[in-house]
């Protein structure tokens, strides 16, 4: 007695399933024929059957699926008492991963929340291959993500998403595709970090922040200082600057509405006078 592998999951398995029916086969449709035949036009209301535009119906004929792949959409025949039908969605579904508790690789316990878009491009594989195609994919894509994220520092989760969800999809695509899914799109939604980490991130931040405005104050202090020198060894070499730069200042002086002002002598007029 021949025992067949049942762990065979190839893509082509299942489509090889249908073959010869039997003997026994070919008499129970010969008689489900003549059944359709006899209850005319009443068997119509069980044999015929309508699918939506986004859905594949995957036909069982005494336990084997029938040859050519899933029907629709539109209308198809069953024979009664022989013929079992499943409706498959062939839509996009999206579905929330749960928040995940994940030990990065430098040792900091993040939760981390995503997104996966899937659609079935494979209505038969999807029924025979596995119970729940979508459900199946969702724990998949949890179990993923938490041992992709865990080889990953925090920083890189923060900083680094686009390449984490393409390497999780490349995996997810490999895994799902016997099933007959397809992961279209991984988004990762949040990644909470715990408070004590927050808090200490956000005083570093702060640090950082007062470090650069100081050594901004300090450059500005620096080009002022040479300005300053560059303008007073300018003025040195001309008295006639240093006067109207005195000039000046008492301008300044006399806008401010002070009532008594002081206008001192230069210092060159009064030796001219006592050496006279």
């Not at 900091?108 to 038969?124: G, L, M, P, Q």
């Not at 997810?172 to 007959?180: A, Q, R, Y």
């Not at 200042?249 to 401010?256: P, R």
Request: with cysteine; proline share 4%; charged share 20%.
């Amino acid at each position: 007695m021949e025992i067949q592998d049942i762990t065979d999951r190839s893509p082509g398995t299942v489509q090889e399933r249908d073959g010869d029916l039997g003997c026994c086969g070919y008499i129970l449709v010969f008689l489900s024929g003549c059944l359709v035949i006899l209850l005319f036009p009443f068997s119509l209301i069980g044999s015929i059957k309508v699918v939506r535009e986004y859905e594949k119906a995957v036909i069982f004929r005494l336990g084997r699926v029938v040859s050519g792949g899933a029907k629709g959409p539109g209308l198809f025949c069953l024979h009664p008492c022989i013929d079992d039908f499943k409706k498959v969605d062939m839509r996009t579904l999206s579905f929330d991963i749960p928040p995940q508790e994940i030990l990065s690789k430098d040792s900091v316990t993040v939760a981390v929340d995503a997104v996966i878009y899937c659609y079935i491009f494979d209505a038969v594989m999807s029924v025979c291959n596995v119970q729940n195609a979508f459900e199946s994919t969702k724990l998949l894509a949890a179990t993923t993500l938490r041992n992709v994220l865990g080889t990953k520092n925090m920083a890189e989760m923060l900083s680094d998403r686009d390449s984490i969800t393409q390497h999780m999809k490349q995996i997810l695509d490999v895994s799902t595709k016997p099933w007959g899914v397809t992961v279209d799109r991984i988004e990762i939604k949040d990644v909470k970090l715990p408070r004590q980490l927050q808090r200490a991130m956000a005083a570093e931040a702060e640090a950082s922040r007062n470090a650069r405005a100081k050594v901004i104050a300090a450059e500005g202090e620096h080009n002022s200082s040479r300005a300053l020198k560059q303008a007073s060894d300018i003025i040195a070499q001309s008295p006639a600057a240093i006067q109207l730069r005195y000039l000046q200042t008492l301008n300044t002086i006399a806008s401010e509405k002070n009532s008594t002002i002081v206008f001192p002598l230069p210092v060159d007029i009064t030796s001219s006078r006592l050496n006279y």
